[in-house]
């Protein structure tokens, strides 16, 4: 169990800094592929940083997940976070599929 459970935190963990770190350099593109811009840019940068910073937590728990189990749960509702909200918000037709797709990849 401790096996399986260390290499979906590795991979987890690695999609996430993979998929996150590139979009510090993103602000404007997004602003202006999907408007309006990013009118708050501290909670557009507070929001990767506190998700690269679970990325590094996955990474955490994937090396001795035995040792940090009690967290697990946590992490569960960390990714649960995002995935329902977008949900919702498709389902009212107030995000586009691809942001539904990622959500779904991330959960």
Avoid: C, N
């Amino acid at each position: 169990m401790d096996r399986f459970a260390s290499r979906v935190y590795t991979i987890a963990g690695i999609y996430g800094l993979i998929v996150m770190l590139p979009q510090y350099f993103l602000e404007e593109r997004i602003g202006r592929d999907t408007p309006p811009p990013i009118t708050h840019p501290e909670y557009f940068y507070g929001f990767i940083g506190i998700v690269i910073v679970w990325q590094l937590a996955f990474l955490v728990i994937a090396r001795d997940p035995a040792r940090f189990r009690a967290l697990m749960p946590v992490t569960v509702l960390e990714k649960l976070a995002f995935a329902v909200p977008v949900a919702l918000l498709y389902a009212q037709g107030r995000v586009a599929a691809t942001t539904l797709f990622f959500a779904g990849i991330d959960l």
